[in-house]
């Protein structure tokens, strides 16, 4: 079985970096699964382009790179079964950059990126399946219904995705909840907040005192009494009053 043994320490070292590129920042439509402990066989989940008979299909694909790579190009498999002019009934996959257009600089991504393309254009004229090139040049209907056939049995389903850098509403809902719940925890209450009894004990007034304190009406009724000497004097002035009143009326 290959291992990462079987490959030069600085060809690890830049496959290590590549792939943990893909993982971070994969391509549009397509996933790159890891194996850290060989990186000679790389599997990645491709999936069929919108507008194609590939759409609605998740097709799983490997790379196998040899003991000499970069310097030669991997071979490409498609391990899901998928009706396409460049890709065998086995398998394998043609397309000119895994062969004579290999260039040691390409990378992974590329790689990747080459054999998606190849479902949204493919080249019957190199094909690897007769049919499928065939029927591509002569009919794409019937091309087409025969690949969307092979998708609806063989290939994954997609999964549902959401995109990237959004929230989504629930997450909001419970951040939201949870700074409410700290702003509670940490805001003293608001005076006009506290029961009469605990109002009157921190006031140092009776409910008496409270019925015959005068209010302002630009601020309502709920000002707190000051304790001391002024609300002290507030009940007096008002006996005051109210015996003016009664004398007025005698005479």
């Given at each position: 079985?290959a291992?990462?043994?079987?490959?030069?320490?600085?060809?690890i070292?830049?496959l290590a970096?590549?792939?943990?590129?893909?993982?971070?920042?994969?391509?549009?439509g397509?996933?790159v699964?890891?194996?850290?402990?060989?990186?000679t066989?790389?599997f990645?989940?491709?999936?069929?382009?919108?507008?194609?008979?590939?759409?609605?299909?998740?097709?799983?694909m490997?790379?196998?790179?040899s003991?000499?790579?970069?310097q030669s190009?991997?071979?490409?498999?498609?391990?899901?079964?998928?009706?396409?002019?460049?890709i065998a009934?086995?398998?394998?996959?043609?397309v000119?950059?895994?062969?004579k257009?290999?260039?040691?600089?390409?990378?992974?991504?590329?790689?990747?990126?080459?054999?998606?393309?190849?479902?949204i254009?493919?080249?019957?004229?190199?094909?690897?399946?007769?049919?499928?090139g065939?029927?591509?040049?002569?009919?794409?209907?019937?091309?087409a219904?025969h690949?969307?056939?092979?998708?609806?049995?063989?290939?994954?389903?997609?999964?549902?995705k959401t995109?990237?850098g959004?929230?989504?509403?629930?997450?909001?809902?419970?951040?939201v909840?949870?700074?409410?719940n700290a702003?509670?925890?940490?805001?003293p209450?608001a005076p006009?907040?506290?029961?009469?009894?605990?109002?009157n004990?921190?006031?140092g007034?009776?409910?008496?005192?409270?019925?015959?304190?005068p209010s302002?009406?630009a601020?309502?009724?709920a000002?707190?009494?000051?304790d001391?000497?002024?609300?002290?004097?507030?009940?007096?002035?008002?006996?005051?009053?109210?015996?003016?009143?009664?004398s007025?009326?005698?005479?």
């Amino acid at each position: 079985m290959a291992t990462n043994e079987n490959l030069p320490p600085n060809v690890i070292r830049q496959l290590a970096k590549e792939l943990k590129n893909l993982d971070e920042s994969p391509p549009e439509g397509i996933k790159v699964i890891v194996n850290d402990d060989d990186f000679t066989t790389i599997f990645a989940d491709i999936e069929g382009p919108a507008g194609t008979p590939y759409e609605n299909g998740v097709f799983r694909m490997k790379l196998l790179l040899s003991r000499d790579f970069p310097q030669s190009p991997p071979k490409g498999f498609f391990l899901t079964k998928i009706f396409h002019p460049n890709i065998a009934t086995a398998g394998e996959i043609c397309v000119n950059t895994l062969k004579k257009d290999w260039n040691p600089s390409l990378g992974l991504r590329h790689v990747l990126l080459v054999v998606r393309c190849l479902l949204i254009e493919p080249f019957p004229e190199s094909a690897l399946n007769e049919q499928a090139g065939k029927l591509l040049l002569e009919n794409y209907e019937e091309y087409a219904r025969h690949a969307r056939l092979y998708t609806g049995i063989h290939a994954l389903k997609p999964k549902n995705k959401t995109k990237s850098g959004t929230i989504s509403e629930s997450t909001t809902a419970l951040n939201v909840d949870q700074a409410n719940n700290a702003l509670s925890k940490n805001t003293p209450l608001a005076p006009a907040a506290l029961s009469t009894s605990t109002a009157n004990k921190a006031f140092g007034t009776n409910s008496q005192d409270q019925n015959a304190a005068p209010s302002d009406p630009a601020l309502g009724s709920a000002i707190p009494k000051k304790d001391g000497p002024l609300a002290a004097k507030v009940p007096v002035e008002k006996k005051k009053i109210d015996a003016r009143k009664k004398s007025l009326k005698r005479l």
